[in-house]
């Protein structure tokens, strides 16, 4: 009998994995604000040059326009000077540097109007029992507080004169406070006690009564 032949089995063909086209995911654009922050970052973080350092030190200083400061340090023209100096202090990183020349002089002012109110606060609740002791004799002059010392306008002294009899005298001295009406007025006015319609703040009142208290 014929042999038969066995048919060679075919070989299965691995099945090729379908490309799968990728979508492209479009970037989202950045936000208006992010763009504005980064570009006013870059834009504060440029270097200042030393001549628009001292156009705003100069601006700062006294009562004059942007030109004139501009004029004073460019030695330029004033037509030149107009235009040029609102340019020159209209700049990001110039503005920024002009902000922390002026919030150094608020503080100032703030800490000089504070001293002053502290003065007036030491006149206008000073006591005269306070320069006197028990036996109210005159306390030694150099040996009081700070606080009580500030109080006082004048000392007036006289020499003791002992001859030894019955003419002799005793030292006298004298102690004049400062007015404490006009310093309790200027409290007033600054504080606002007087108003009428109340238009100064609550809290600079609050501050004046507790200043009292404490007195």
Known sequence: MPVRKKKAKAAKKKPVP?????KKVAKKASPKWAVKKAVKSTTLTAK???RQRRVCQVYNVGSISKAEAYRKVYKCSKATAATEGPHCLGKPHVKAYLKTLQAKVEAKAE???????????KIGFSN?????TDNN???DISKLPDDIAAAIESIQSDIRHDSGD???YTEKVKVKFHSKLHALTDLGKHFGIFEKDNKQQQNNLA??????KNE
Request: net charge positive.
């Open 137 to 139: 004799e005159i306390r």
């Open 207 to 212: 501050d004046f009564l507790k200043a009292m």
């Open 48 to 50: 200042l040059t030393e």
């Open 18 to 22: 379908k490309k799968v086209a990728k």
């Open 166 to 168: 019955s003419d002799g």
């Open 128 to 132: 005269i029992k306070t320069v006197l």
């Open 111 to 121: 800490k000089k109007a504070e001293d002053v109110v502290a003065e007036l606060i």
